[in-house]
């Protein structure tokens, strides 16, 4: 009888790295996290990943699954066990350019997506940085430039091919293993290994994009006049706020609202973003026409050394003034954290809050603190961040997977509400009752 690593290396064929290996020290971490696995299997195929999988449950050990390694939990990566990196399971392939059916590999990169895409005068609602991977944003919900007209990165997703825990290959969407094709959907990584998406891009054309900025002393009255006017404003305006860069002058920075006009019409554009613009003293106005992959960050590595603790919650309408008051209290305090505020609503609410594993339907904002620094600064400044979400307690609910530097019970529960949660534990108790998949906002599957 062959052993749990004879058949690995039998039946893998991609890169095997373990200690030792030139290669181990670059491919045990990620973009925010650092790690030592046992061992980093590049997969090459879905054949690889099944292959992966297999062993794992085989051994018995933690598996670590990486997409693009940007999670902020640092669920890419692992101090003990394997991890199986997607990175070579990257292609974007236009299926149907009739029905804009897209196939994307589940190691390719939402930059990959978008430049695939552009030629054909598509694009799918994701995230704000090139470097993301289609499968850790997606999985969890994403939030970016078209969420408004659009909804989210889930939202345009149709089917997937899932290597499930028992290392079988399923094909899931409504028709095929739908209970297993609603849990993905906001899931996260507690299903399986995603190896390819299909999802159903919008046409794009290009966008009017940039920056507005109001002086710090106008925050209050600025962010309570966007959280109106969003209610009303055409589902074409996504706007994300950015408070107390440390990098412009922390409490004194300016406002920042980034906004994006889905469409090139200069007129609607006006018409869309003047409301903004007139929200108070407009110290700088960047905004132009630029094509919609040019809108998408890079993305900022770390230098060595510097951490970032990031946390996030949703807010609902009812909440939302005694909310923004307290954030510009905070972003102009001294030495506050980063403060990031995204719009949502729009076609995000008109999805059915039972349709997806995504329970956040009813939000109008999310909130978004981070800390930047050395870690010991960053973990100096914890208690005070603590006492900010203390404040924001009672004006927030839920948390975005997406956003969330810890993974306990409590941030567990503020992602996925109890209905949801009790739904989600009978999926993982069908298709990974060991939960082989736990390297992520883990599920704990029903018995």
């Given at each position: 009888m062959r052993t749990a690593p004879d058949a690995l290396r039998h039946d893998f064929r991609g890169d095997i790295i373990e200690p030792g290996d030139p290669e181990y020290a670059e491919a045990s971490r990620t973009v925010l996290a650092t790690g030592s696995p046992e061992r980093v299997l590049r997969a090459m195929s879905v054949g690889d990943?099944?292959?992966?999988?297999?062993?794992?449950a085989a051994a018995g050990q933690t598996l670590a699954v990486r997409g693009g390694g940007h999670s902020f939990s640092g669920f890419g990566t692992t101090d003990t066990g394997t991890v199986v990196d997607l990175r070579d399971l990257d292609h974007v392939e236009v299926v149907d350019l009739e029905r804009r059916l897209v196939r994307v590999g589940g190691g390719a990169t939402?930059?990959?997506?978008?430049?695939?895409?552009?030629?054909?005068?598509?694009?799918?609602?994701?995230?704000?940085?090139?470097g993301v991977g289609v499968g850790g944003l997606t999985l969890s919900g994403g939030i970016g430039w078209k969420v408004r007209k659009h909804g989210l990165a889930l939202d345009s997703l149709v089917a997937a091919e899932v290597v499930t825990a028992d290392a079988h290959l399923r094909r899931v969407s409504a028709e095929e293993h739908p209970d297993l094709f609603w849990a993905l959907r906001g899931g996260g990584g507690n299903l399986g290994v995603v190896t390819?998406?299909?999802f159903v891009a919008q046409p794009t054309t290009e966008?009017?994009?940039?920056?507005?900025?109001?002086?710090?002393?106008?925050?209050?009255?600025v962010l309570q006049g966007l959280a109106d006017y969003?209610?009303?404003?055409?589902?074409?305006?996504t706007a994300n706020v950015v408070l107390a860069n440390p990098f412009a002058g922390g409490p004194e920075a300016p406002v920042d609202i980034h906004v994006a006009f889905d469409g090139d019409d200069p007129a609607l554009s006006a018409l869309a973003l003047d409301p903004i613009r007139g929200l108070g003293t407009l110290l700088?106005?960047?905004?132009?026409?630029?094509?919609?992959?040019?809108?998408?960050?890079?993305?900022?590595?770390?230098?060595?050394?510097?951490?970032?603790?990031?946390?996030?919650?949703?807010?609902?309408?009812?909440?939302?003034?005694?909310?923004?008051?307290?954030?510009?209290?905070?972003?102009?305090?001294?030495?506050?954290?980063?403060v990031n505020l995204r719009t949502v609503g729009g076609a995000v609410?008109?999805?059915?809050?039972?349709?997806?594993?995504?329970?956040?339907?009813?939000a109008e904002l999310m909130v978004a603190t981070t800390l930047i620094g050395p870690g010991p600064v960053v973990n100096g400044a914890r208690p005070a961040l603590d006492a900010v979400w203390r404040s924001l307690a009672p004006h927030t609910c839920g948390a975005y997977a997406n956003f969330l530097s810890e993974a306990d019970e409590q941030d567990v529960a503020a992602v996925y509400p109890d209905q949801t949660y009790r739904r989600l534990a009978a999926v993982k108790g069908e298709y990974d009752p060991h939960n082989l998949f736990a390297r992520n906002h883990n599920i704990r599957p029903a018995t």
């Open positions: 990943a099944q292959a992966a999988v297999a062993f794992a939402w930059g990959q997506v978008c430049d695939a895409l552009a030629r054909h005068g598509l694009a799918i609602s994701s995230g704000d940085t090139r390819s998406f299909e966008v009017f994009f940039g920056a507005l900025a109001f002086p710090a002393t106008e925050a209050g009255t969003m209610r009303t404003a055409p589902e074409e305006v700088s106005d960047s905004v132009g026409l630029r094509p919609y992959g040019d809108i998408l960050e890079e993305g900022v590595v770390p230098p060595p050394g510097i951490e970032l603790w990031t946390r996030s919650a949703f807010v609902e309408r009812d909440a939302v003034s005694d909310a923004l008051a307290v954030l510009a209290g905070v972003a102009t305090s001294e030495r506050p954290p980063v609410s008109r999805v059915d809050a039972q349709a997806t594993a995504y329970a956040h339907r009813a």
